[in-house]
T-cell receptor
Framework: DAGVTQSPTHLIKTRGQQVTLRCSPK?????VSWYQQALGQGPQFIFQ???????QRGNFPDRFSGHQFPNYSSELNVNALLLGDSALYLC?????????????FGDGTRLSIL | DQQVKQNSPSLSVQEGRISILNCDYT??????FLWYKKYPAEGPTFLIS?????DKNEDGRFTVFLNKSAKHLSLHIVPSQPGDSAVYFC????????????FGKGTKLSVKP
């Protein structure tokens, strides 16, 4: 039973570039959430996708956008990268129909901006 | 303004003793709380959760206590083992939805042999 998988593991970009991160949810899950974890902080919610639509969004600028595909996998896109976007980006999946169930996380993508 | 606070950045415990990790929250609408454990270079792993209708939940060596009036929860690990050394995050969910988890900053637990 495959868990949440994310790619790539590491990525180095320069300021102003654009990046796309990918996530495949745990088998049987239909909801994908993205989080940003800066050094020394807890994960911060970016947005959540269900039925190929953004269902909730945290306090992140429009430079952060996403997509969910019919197979429930998801992408996180960040445009016009800033130094402050350097962080660990975590994807979590869950089953929408199950209330109060834990989200399951992937190992993340470490993004470094030079 | 942090809605979930873990005021101890680190905790050191001897193997075999009890580890107690604390978490405070400010939003009374939170109704589901979770603890995650994170090793370096891995994603957070779900450990245990508690619904606001309960005040205690046990799973093996792990017990979570919830004090709604004080808006406080704690995770007890007994007996502590060296493999428990990790960063522990407290998280909260509100409104009965699958919405966003709100995390604390984490507590780094070191269990010494």
């Amino acid at each position: 039973d495959a868990g949440v998988t994310q790619s790539p593991t590491h990525l180095i970009k320069t300021r102003g570039q654009q990046v796309t991160l990918r996530c495949s949810p745990k088998s049987g899950h239909d909801t994908v959430s993205w989080y940003q974890q800066a050094l020394g902080q807890g994960p911060q919610f970016i947005f959540q996708y269900y039925e190929e639509e953004e269902r909730q969004r945290g306090n992140f600028p429009d430079r952060f956008s996403g997509h969910q595909f019919p197979n429930y996998s998801s992408e996180l896109n960040v445009n016009a990268l800033l130094l402050g976007d350097s962080a660990l980006y975590l994807c979590a999946s869950s089953l929408s129909a199950a209330l109060n169930q834990p989200q399951h996380f992937g190992d993340g993508t470490r993004l470094s901006i030079l | 303004d942090q809605q979930v606070k873990q005021n101890s950045p680190s905790l050191s415990v001897q193997e075999g003793r009890i580890s107690i990790l604390n978490c405070d929250y400010t939003n009374s609408m939170f109704d589901y709380f979770l603890w995650y454990k994170k090793y370096p270079a891995e994603g957070p792993t779900f450990l245990i959760s508690i619904s606001s209708i309960k005040d205690k939940n046990e799973d093996g060596r792990f017990t979570v206590f919830l004090n709604k009036s004080a808006k406080h929860l704690s995770l007890h690990i007994v007996p502590s083992q060296p493999g428990d050394s990790a960063v522990y995050f407290c998280a909260a969910l509100g409104g009965g939805s699958q919405g966003n988890l709100i995390f604390g900053k984490g507590t780094k637990l070191s269990v010494k042999p």
